[in-house]
């Protein structure tokens, strides 16, 4: 009775959390010196980020109304679509000015968010295509932690220390909220889940591995 | 005795951020001080300075409606002597167009004292940061480009100096 009572505010407040910063992005005057395609790889990131707090919080079973089974499938589409809007953000970026995209994709930019976030990009690459392949290549559950839990945290820490150097749309304190929450449900899910041990049965494990 | 006292802070300030890019960058040299001993050693092109750079931009009188200054000095490496009639390219994103675009680009030239100031459109931030973009590429002395940032966009004026050494 009380997780199906709590169940609205978490969802609420999820969906303020990825909301508001959004909507707040989007009164930005800036947006008034922006092209289009410039505006659209800008608010690509800023999903990109909301989808990046979805994570551990689908992954951790917090999402009320979802099963362990739901919510992993959830956690593959929602981390598909983060690559997604990972590669309409560089590519949007790229367009509008290739010369300060090439300095970012071969760390040589001036900017100091440059490498956090292009570092944050390559392992969301690589978590999408282990995770596209895992099956074909064979990897077994704990192979496939051992891979995927630092590479998140490279994830997380990347995209936060990226976005808040950047001076750019996003309003401050949404954007800093959202950090936080991200931070926090990130380190909440490694604790529940003890990341840090070798051996232990992952909830439904079963179900993923079939 | 103005001009002397100005001519002295600009000296010091260019010499200073001069000397802070001579160690960082030329780590080796700067430890030969007897070659410049009272010598300022030439700005090294800062990472990003040429992105969108085009080249031959018109002398100008202003770019677009003016209202934001860019501002800064251009000295000769080794003496510091104030380098007159230099052509300085100036381009930036800004609340008039974006920085590959051929009106958000101008050129000014500096004064005897080695002085330039431009006025040009308010610079916004591009890329995360609000910064400009300045180029010495004239070819009597080595080309040049700087990427200055801003404290806060919501600033009205930017500087960058040169320190050039001849080609």
């Known amino acids: ?210 | 005795m103005t001009t002397v006292l100005l001519n002295r802070r600009n000296l010091l300030a260019a010499g200073g951020s001069a000397l802070a890019t001579g160690i960082l960058a030329t780590g080796v040299s700067g430890l030969l001080p007897a070659a410049r001993a009272d010598g300022l050693a030439p700005t090294e092109t800062m990472s990003g300075g040429a992105n969108n750079y085009r080249k031959g931009a018109a002398i100008v009188e202003r770019i677009g409606k003016g209202g934001f200054w860019m501002s800064g000095t251009v000295r000769r490496a080794g003496d510091g002597a104030p380098l007159a009639s230099q052509r300085i390219q100036i381009w930036a994103h800004t609340t008039e167009g974006q920085e590959h675009e051929p009106q958000s680009h101008g050129a000014t030239l500096t004064d005897k004292d080695g002085k330039f100031r431009l006025e040009m459109p308010q610079i916004i931030p591009i890329f995360g940061q609000p910064h400009g973009h300045l180029a010495y590429d004239s070819g009597e002395f080595k080309t040049v480009f700087l990427r200055p940032v801003m404290r806060s966009p919501k600033e009205t004026s930017l500087e960058a100096h040169f320190v050039l050494q001849p080609a």
């Open chain 1, 1 to 210: 009775m009380k997780g199906w009572r709590s169940a609205p505010l978490i969802w609420v407040a999820l969906a303020l959390a990825i909301g508001v910063p959004i909507a707040a992005a989007a009164t930005s005057e800036q947006l008034a010196w922006r092209g289009p395609l410039y505006i659209l790889a800008g608010f690509a990131g800023i999903v990109a980020l909301g989808l990046v707090l979805a994570q551990p919080l689908l992954i951790g079973g917090y999402l009320p109304g979802l099963s362990a089974y739901r919510g992993r499938r959830a956690h593959r589409w929602i981390g598909g679509a983060l690559a997604l809007a990972v590669v309409i953000h560089v590519a949007g970026l790229w367009i509008t000015s290739p010369p300060d995209m090439i300095d970012a994709l071969t760390y040589t930019s001036p900017t100091p968010f440059s490498p956090f976030g292009v570092t944050a990009m390559w392992a969301i690459f690589i978590v999408a295509v282990l995770a596209a392949l895992r099956r074909r290549l064979g990897l077994r559950l704990r192979t496939w932690r051992i891979v995927h839990i630092p590479l998140a945290i490279v994830i997380v820490a990347g995209s936060v220390a990226h976005c808040l150097l950047i001076e750019g749309t996003m309003e401050t304190i949404s954007k800093a909220v959202l950090c936080v929450l991200i931070l926090v449900a990130t380190v909440k899910v490694m604790i529940d889940l003890q990341v840090w041990r070798k051996r232990r049965t992952l909830r439904g494990e079963s179900v993923a591995r079939q």
